[in-house]
């Protein structure tokens, strides 16, 4: 069974997800969010009292808040294949206000899986469904010339969440057409 959760910030409203007996995140989406929801294997049921609950909200106040809360101090359950709980993992270990490239987690799941080289898309793809944004910081990836594209939660709103971090947002754009605009 999996619980849900409203959570109300700064940005509009939260959906987080957990598996009810493991007591473990397995989504947070923000409103309109492409494919929110879509890993959850079953309809969610609506309960605030799990601690889970509780303990990810606080950890989301606190990083609305300009705080740097670690994502080790949740438990997490992303639902996904192999090849794209890899790439959550690299995505985890993007420092607070930093970026990466999506070529950049290519190379890094070519070297984690001993190939020659990986598609920027097929990187991308696994960047995209991530099903527990902010704390899974996929709006830290970036295109390699600098765009703000491919953000499920929209480009404003990655913009917004680096802002949020401080991130410099002096080499970035939003291109004029691309994927989540």
Known sequence: MYYSTVYLSPIGKITIACDGPGQNLAGLWIEG????????????????????????????????????????ELPLAPIGSGFRQEVWQILCKIPYGKVITYGGIAEKMAVKLKKENMSSRAAGGAVAHNPISIIIPCHRVVGSDGSLTGYSGGVQMKVKLLELEGADMSRFFVPAKGTAL
């Open 33 to 72: 969010q492409k494919y929110h929801g879509d890993t959850i294997p079953e309809a969610m049921v609506g309960r605030d009292d799990m601690p889970i609950f509780d303990t990810a909200k606080k950890w989301l106040d606190r990083y609305f808040a300009g705080e740097k809360p670690v994502i080790s």
